[in-house]
Each structure stands twice: as structure tokens, then as C-alpha cells.
């Protein structure tokens, strides 16, 4: 096992849990938010697995995601928008349980949270149907185009999944302001995905023919 690489993944797991609890549990005021938890759980038990799984199975895969780093200025400003919408999403949610704010009810954040373990599914799939799979906007070498399986019905199942993962984590914190804010996933990700496919028709051969055979995005017979 590659000493260096768990140390930098237990290391970016830790900073992650850290940040999500303090954004989530200092504007709730206390620790004693069932919502806040079920949030963390869903989130971090399986991330933990997966990454377990990675370092056994793919540890050059799991190098390239976590050393990841965008390069184009536009996917710069993508990653900072999501950053911040993530901030004001959980920021909301904690304020709700603060200050009393409406709340859906206790079943629709068990809903969530299937919907958000059925997205990490979804995300498995689409890590095992492509190798090349990548946190940022980049052809690498040896590349060829997936048109297989989840690709041969929309052309970025990745961003799907996130729609849905991201979507869920406000209906797991019971909150429909927060939801609200998370909206802005929307329009940040068709930025992204613009911006993506023109990368990609420019230098990966074979992808103009793949646009023009699977027509929908992300979600068929609608993007």
C-alpha cells in the first residue's frame, strides 16, 4: 500500500468532514441536529468505503482525483461558484434549525436520504464504465470516447449523478431555503457542461460523432 497516498487521502477526508460540520453545526448553534448528522453520514460513510475501495483496486485513479486541478479559467470560476453555493446552502440550513425556520417533514429527509445513497450508486457505475473519469476538464493521453452503457443514454451520467446528490442534501437537512440555493447547481453545471463538450470535440477524436448520436446531456427526453 502507498503510504503517502492514504496519508493525503485520510488527510483531505479529515479537512472535508471538518468543514461540512462547522458550516453545518456552528450556524445550527448545537450538535444536537439529527438532520445535521444523517447529512454527514450519508456523505462521508460512503465516501469513506469508496475510497478504501480505490486504494485497493484503482490507487492511480484515486492520485489523479485528489490531486486534481483545474487548469481553464472558466472551469476555475465553475468549482468557485459551486464552492460557494455549498457554503450558503449549509449556512441556510443550519440558520433554520437555529432561528425555527419552516422544515419538511421528518420522512422527506429519509426520502433524501435514499435519493443521495442512490446517486453515489449511480456514481459508482459511472466510475466502473469509465477510466477516464476525472474531477476536472482534461483529455488525457490514450483517451477515447465511452459510448457505452450510461454514456449511450446521456452524454455526462457524472453530472447527473451530482444533480441528484447535490439536490438531495438540502431535502436530507429538511430545508427548503436551502434547497433553494442549491438550485444554482443548475445553471453552474450547464456552464460547465458548455464548456466541457467544446474541450472535448476539440481534442478527443471521435466525440463530434458521439454528440450527434446521444442528443441528451443529462437528463433524457429533457437536457
Not at 457524472?158 to 443548475?186: D, K, N, W
Request: charged share 15%; aromatic share 12%; glycine share 6%.
Amino acid at each position: 500500500m502507498d503510504a503517502a497516498l492514504l496519508r493525503s487521502a485520510l488527510v483531505k477526508f479529515a479537512a472535508g468532514l471538518l468543514a461540512v460540520g462547522l458550516l453545518l453545526f456552528l450556524p445550527a448553534g448545537t450538535l444536537s441536529w439529527w438532520r445535521g448528522w444523517l447529512l454527514v453520514g450519508v456523505l462521508f460513510v460512503p465516501m469513506f468505503a469508496a475510497g478504501l475501495v480505490m486504494m485497493a483496486k484503482a490507487p492511480d485513479l484515486l492520485r489523479i482525483r485528489l490531486n486534481a486541478r483545474e487548469e481553464q479559467a472558466e472551469q476555475r470560476t465553475v468549482v468557485a461558484l459551486s464552492c460557494l453555493m455549498f457554503v450558503a446552502a449549509f449556512v441556510v440550513a443550519g440558520l433554520g434549525c437555529r432561528f425555527g425556520w419552516p422544515m419538511l417533514p421528518e420522512w422527506a429527509s429519509w426520502a433524501g436520504a435514499a435519493a443521495f445513497l442512490a446517486a453515489y450508486a449511480l456514481y459508482a457505475e459511472v466510475m466502473r464504465e469509465n477510466a477516464y473519469l476525472s474531477r476536472t476538464v482534461e483529455v488525457r493521453q490514450g483517451q477515447h470516447v465511452v459510448d457505452t452503457g450510461l454514456y449511450g443514454i446521456v452524454r455526462h451520467p457524472m453530472y447527473s449523478a451530482t444533480l441528484l446528490l447535490f439536490l438531495s442534501m438540502p431535502i436530507v437537512l429538511g430545508s427548503p431555503f436551502a434547497f433553494m440555493v442549491m438550485l444554482a447547481y443548475v445553471p453552474i453545471i450547464a456552464k460547465r457542461i458548455r464548456n466541457e463538450e467544446k474541450v472535448l470535440a476539440d481534442e478527443l477524436e471521435g466525440y463530434p460523432e458521439y454528440l450527434r448520436r446521444v442528443r441528451w446531456r443529462l437528463i433524457p427526453h429533457v437536457w
